[in-house]
């Protein structure tokens, strides 16, 4: 299941999101329940029911949305979902706990701590960027951020996704041709920290980084390419949320 940021039910959990940067947390919670009402998969209801979760004031109430996001994630048991799993656990047992339910409450912390794993990613992976570069190369951690130079940075950033990678390939500076590399990390990696379980539970973008070098084993031509206008509002969103590009 590919996250897409232009879904209907991706952009009315954003909108929740905003509405409740804004001090609505009724018109939040209400447009959260549309989402859910609307989603058309178990992707879509599984992200909906984690923001409903988090609108009811009823514990009991709260504990039934969040098993159900929990359900949707074991039944989807897919890569972006994965790093749901423990914090899920973790909000499950609180609501346990303050219902004195202190069995199950112990039960769901032990599961979270089974659940705290490294990325299972088999891949393929993608890296975006406007550098000219050959199979065989290595794309090594050290030089300067992308998206502000004056960031040096200790890790290599990549994705499964390759209209993610095509999307970072868009947004990086330099004029050159817009490229995605099909890579193979060389060490191991971990969920980008970045975008993993902030604004969207799990990891959707199925984002990584690694310290290793990335080895170049190709190149991607099948993925979306964004227009002028979808760039450009991808660059406001990059600024005005301090380098979080898709979360």
């Given at each position: 299941m590919e996250f897409n940021p232009n879904s209907k039910i991706v952009k009315l959990c954003i909108q929740g999101?905003?509405?409740?940067?804004?001090?609505?947390?009724?018109?939040?919670?209400s447009t959260f329940l549309q989402a859910w009402n609307e989603a058309a998969n178990d992707f879509e209801k599984f992200i909906a029911a984690h923001y409903v979760?988090?609108?009811?004031?009823?514990?009991?109430?709260?504990l039934k949305w969040l098993e159900t996001a929990l359900q949707l994630a074991l039944k989807l048991n897919d890569d972006s979902v994965k790093a749901a799993f423990a914090p899920l656990y973790t909000s499950i047992a609180k609501c346990y706990a303050d219902l004195n339910d202190f069995d199950?409450?112990?039960?769901?912390n032990e599961l979270a701590d089974l659940a705290m794993q490294g990325p299972t990613d088999k891949?393929?992976?993608?890296?975006?960027?406007?550098?000219d570069l050959r199979v065989g190369d290595l794309l090594t951690?050290?030089?300067g951020s992308n998206y502000d130079p004056k960031l040096t940075m200790n890790h290599i950033y990549f994705t499964a996704l390759a209209n993610g990678a095509g999307l970072a390939a868009a947004l990086a500076k330099g004029d050159g041709h817009e490229r995605v590399y099909i890579v193979e990390p060389t060490g191991s990696f971990e969920n980008d920290p970045n975008v993993t379980n902030k604004k969207f539970p799990g990891n959707p973008t199925r984002s990584y980084r690694t310290a290793a070098p990335l080895k170049i084993v190709g190149e991607a031509?099948?993925?979306?390419?964004?227009?002028?206008?979808?760039?450009?509002?991808?660059?406001?969103?990059?600024?005005?949320n301090k380098g979080e590009i898709i979360n």
């Amino acid at each position: 299941m590919e996250f897409n940021p232009n879904s209907k039910i991706v952009k009315l959990c954003i909108q929740g999101m905003g509405l409740e940067e804004k001090g609505r947390p009724e018109e939040a919670g209400s447009t959260f329940l549309q989402a859910w009402n609307e989603a058309a998969n178990d992707f879509e209801k599984f992200i909906a029911a984690h923001y409903v979760a988090r609108h009811q004031q009823n514990v009991s109430d709260r504990l039934k949305w969040l098993e159900t996001a929990l359900q949707l994630a074991l039944k989807l048991n897919d890569d972006s979902v994965k790093a749901a799993f423990a914090p899920l656990y973790t909000s499950i047992a609180k609501c346990y706990a303050d219902l004195n339910d202190f069995d199950s409450a112990k039960k769901n912390n032990e599961l979270a701590d089974l659940a705290m794993q490294g990325p299972t990613d088999k891949g393929p992976f993608y890296h975006g960027t406007k550098a000219d570069l050959r199979v065989g190369d290595l794309l090594t951690a050290g030089y300067g951020s992308n998206y502000d130079p004056k960031l040096t940075m200790n890790h290599i950033y990549f994705t499964a996704l390759a209209n993610g990678a095509g999307l970072a390939a868009a947004l990086a500076k330099g004029d050159g041709h817009e490229r995605v590399y099909i890579v193979e990390p060389t060490g191991s990696f971990e969920n980008d920290p970045n975008v993993t379980n902030k604004k969207f539970p799990g990891n959707p973008t199925r984002s990584y980084r690694t310290a290793a070098p990335l080895k170049i084993v190709g190149e991607a031509t099948d993925w979306v390419k964004q227009t002028a206008e979808e760039r450009q509002k991808w660059r406001e969103k990059l600024a005005n949320n301090k380098g979080e590009i898709i979360n």
